[in-house]
């Protein structure tokens, strides 16, 4: 577990470096370290059935080099999807399909290493997870796309809707003489 620790705030740095240089899309970026930490997951009960503490070591580095690397990346990805002014309410929703899996994660567990007598169907699962949100989030508009989409519509500031209501309420309380567009019955 502290391997992993130590190289998740490496994994951190160095995607947060990588995504700098802008050599590709961050969501291709989020895509590929939710694809290998995914992997490295599935893998891990692998390692430690075959008895080798150096496989599960370099599993453990790797895992928790991509899961610290999609970490920094996904809250940069979230407004470029949603936009900048719905960003609280997506992060919001994020976390708590985060705090779900969570929760219901561990019962999973339990009941498939019930259900097998060992956890390795739960790591297959965790990692197939990840995997499928991978697959998931191809499904965006412009995913494979090389090139950023252009950014979501901004909805209208609150001065602008005070400024609308405005003229609106202007344009009902004026005379029907001045309306050009009124129609008498």
């Known amino acids: 577990m502290s391997a992993a620790g130590a190289s998740d705030i490496l994994g ?11 050599h590709f899309r961050l969501i291709h970026l ?9 992997v490295f997951i599935m893998l891990l009960p692998l390692s430690s059935l075959s008895g080798s503490y150096s496989a599960l070591m370099v599993i453990s580095l790797l895992y928790g080099f991509c899961s610290g690397a999609l970490t920094s990346v996904v809250f940069v990805v979230v407004p470029l999807i949603v936009g900048v002014e719905r960003m609280m309410g997506a992060l919001g ?74 003229s609106e309420l202007e344009h009902m309380t004026s005379s029907p003489s001045s309306d050009t567009n009124h129609r008498g019955v």
């Open 12 to 22: 951190r740095i160095v995607s947060g470096w990588f995504s700098d240089l802008g």
């Open 30 to 38: 989020l895509s590929a370290w939710t694809t290998l930490a995914g």
């Open 93 to 166: 929703l994020l976390q708590l399909i985060e705090s779900g899996a969570g929760l219901l994660g561990t019962p999973l567990s339990g009941f498939l290493k019930d259900v097998t007598g060992n956890y390795v169907a739960s790591f297959i699962v965790a990692g197939s997870f990840l995997i499928l949100g991978t697959l998931t989030m191809a499904t965006l508009p412009h995913y494979f796309s090389c090139t950023d989409p252009p950014p979501p519509p901004q909805r209208s500031s609150l001065d602008d809707k005070h400024n609308g209501l405005h």
